[in-house]
């Protein structure tokens, strides 16, 4: 079995029924924060999902252990959100940022005896 490519992720993040950027857009719109999703940010989880299998590859699973780390400080903040009915668009350095702690700990030889 092949690992998907990059083209694989971003179809799967855009154009499936349900996928995971139009789920997270309604259940943070139940909160009245409409957040969007710039090219560049949908681009930048589907490189790194295809990064982080590599290593270990999981399939389009590594989808939402990405979007749970863009998505993580804005859900646990949402409700409390001063400003109702605002806006939040996602970028790719804004994804970049958010990501980058999925790269930092994958030393597994802590698990190797």
Do not use: W
């Not at 789920?23 to 990064?51: K, N, W």
């Not at 863009?70 to 859900?75: D, Q, R, S």
């Not at 668009?89 to 804004?94: A, N, S, V």
Request: hydrophobic residues 40%; contains cysteine; proline residues 2%.
């Amino acid at each position: 079995m092949e690992p998907l490519s990059l083209t694989d992720f971003k179809h799967i993040l855009t154009n499936t029924e349900h996928n995971l950027l139009q789920q997270s857009v309604e259940l943070l719109g139940t909160e009245q924060v409409t957040i969007g999703f710039e090219m560049g940010a949908i681009d930048e989880m589907a490189r790194v999902s295809v990064a982080l299998n590599e290593e270990d590859n999981i399939g389009a699973r590594r989808l939402r252990t990405v979007l749970d780390a863009v998505l993580e400080e804005i859900n646990f903040e949402a409700p409390d959100f001063e400003e109702k009915n605002c806006t939040v668009i996602l970028t790719k350095e804004y994804v970049t940022e958010k990501t980058l702690g999925l790269f930092a700990n994958r030393d597994y030889r802590q698990y190797i005896m």
